[in-house]
């Protein structure tokens, strides 16, 4: 019998603030970093995962991933992972931990943390990718995966294992066409806020070089900024070409429909984020008001409860799921049915560190298992920090190729670990060395060391 002997979890941040990568009108410093989590077996194996963050709090996100160790040390591996619908419950309804906030936040990550490493374990020892682990199962199989409590008003048993029996017919042929062409992606590189817009537009204009059929612009700092930014990517780009739109939460209902009533004459794609992302309401609102422009959210969406109020609603016209901001990839496949259900198209979020290499599989279950052939799915790619992972994403004509190698994708280099590792790797040992910076480094080690993960302890250089 093998079990599980350890839940390890690592801050591992990178210095994207220096450059602005990742900035937007909300978020205009991210440093991309990730809780990074192995669970390790005592056969040798190990399962990987991570929850993205953008720098301070990842050491919040570490200690809650360690909290779970309880649920899996010492118990039976090939118990838990032929029941992987079972763990996700008993993580979820853990009721002192649940108290922290019902199926959202840190504590819902973590869970998601431990449930995607487990899952990746399973398809690594299976020796198949994620989504080909997931799309072989039959559809009662992936159904029993699903918690389906507070979804029944919209979404009942029968009518999931309906789409997902119809998910079925013609899914061998499916696998053969996404191997051969993959799942289109659209690209964010060029548009981060705090870039110029000579860079702006030599992004553009290597973006389309590079085969992506979509770009995304972020706006929302500025009113005047924004149609300068998005007249000269429309300009660049020409009449009719996807110029997809993110304002991070920006606005308020009023002044996200006096914004992009303004910014429409440009012809946006879709508004992403134009509003605070659990108020369905206010995305109903700002639909009915802006339509034809589409609504985009999700990547902040904290549970399937959410998505399913938001579809009920009419809130969204694309959904955006994202790897790790929900309870992993069960709670995932929930959503997946969820829009199924009501015909909007899942356009995964992605980016980060690491979320690429992550949610690409969740696309692809979709496209394969779920709702099939769809001309709407896009998978959004950002061209920064694929070079830290084992198996990064592969990008071909401006579209995302199926990953083949087994896992779910999360796994990082060693050498990058540790020389990111906050806050004594080589890289933060260097930079720490303001008052404010040490009290964060402090207060990363004092998280680590009540929590039990790796982040080593204090050396004699601070």
């Not at 504590?107 to 299976?126: C, K, P, Y």
């Not at 303004?262 to 802006?290: F, K, M, N, Q, S």
């Not at 409860?305 to 799921?321: N, P, S, T, Y």
Request: glycine fraction near 8%.
């Amino acid at each position: 019998m093998s079990t599980f002997t350890a839940l390890d979890v690592q801050d591992v941040r990178f210095p994207t603030s220096r450059s602005l990568d990742g900035s937007d009108a909300m978020n205009p410093d991210p440093d991309y970093s990730a809780a990074y989590l192995t669970v390790r077996t005592d056969a040798g194996d190990a399962g990987t995962a991570l929850v993205f963050t953008i720098g301070r709090g990842n050491d919040v996100q570490s200690a809650a991933i360690a909290a779970l160790a309880p649920h899996l040390l010492d118990r039976d591996v090939e118990e838990v992972l032929a029941d992987l619908g079972g763990i996700y419950r008993e993580l979820s309804y853990d009721s002192q931990l649940r108290w922290l906030g019902p199926e959202k936040g840190v504590m819902t990550m973590a869970i998601g943390a431990v449930v995607n490493a487990l899952w990746d374990l399973r398809a690594r020892r299976e020796g198949r990718p994620l989504w080909l682990t997931l799309a072989s199962l039959s559809p009662e199989e992936l159904l029993d995966l699903v918690d389906l409590r507070y979804l029944e008003d919209a979404l009942t048993r029968e009518e999931a294992l309906g789409i997902l029996r119809r998910g079925a017919e013609g899914k061998q042929q499916r696998i053969a066409a996404l191997r051969e062409t993959g799942v289109p992606a659209y690209t964010t590189t060029p548009g981060w806020l705090g870039y110029s817009d000579e860079k702006l537009v030599r992004l553009l204009r290597e973006a389309r070089e590079d085969g992506f059929e979509m770009v995304k612009l972020k706006v929302g700092a500025d009113a005047a900024d924004d149609e300068r930014r998005l007249r000269i990517a429309r300009e660049e780009m020409g009449p009719g070409f996807p110029i997809a739109i993110d304002a991070n939460q920006r606005w308020g209902t009023a002044e996200a429909i006096e914004a992009i009533r303004a910014l429409a004459p440009h012809d946006p794609y879709w508004v992403e984020e134009p509003t605070y992302p659990d108020d369905i309401l206010a995305h109903a609102a700002i639909r009915e008001a802006v339509t034809p422009v589409r609504i985009a959210t999700g990547e902040q969406g904290a549970n399937r409860v959410l998505f399913k109020q938001l579809l009920q609603a009419g809130g969204i016209d694309v959904l955006q799921a994202d790897a790790t901001r929900v309870a992993g990839i069960n709670e995932n496949l929930a959503i997946l049915l969820l829009a199924a259900k009501f015909d909007v198209p899942v356009c995964p979020h992605a980016g980060g560190v690491g979320l690429c290499e992550m949610v690409q599989h969740v696309a692809f279950l979709d496209a394969v298992a779920i709702a099939g052939d769809d001309e709407r799915r896009r998978i959004e790619f950002v061209d920064h920090l694929h070079e830290h992972f084992e198996v990064p994403v592969r990008i071909e004509n401006g579209a995302y190729m199926a990953p083949e190698e087994p896992g779910n994708g999360a796994r990082m280099l060693d050498a990058s670990i540790q020389d990111h590792l906050f806050p004594d790797g080589p890289f933060w040992a260097a930079e720490l060395v303001t008052p404010w910076a040490a009290s964060q480094a402090g207060s990363a080690r004092a998280g680590a060391e009540q929590s039990g993960s790796t982040i080593p302890a204090p050396t004699a250089a601070h």
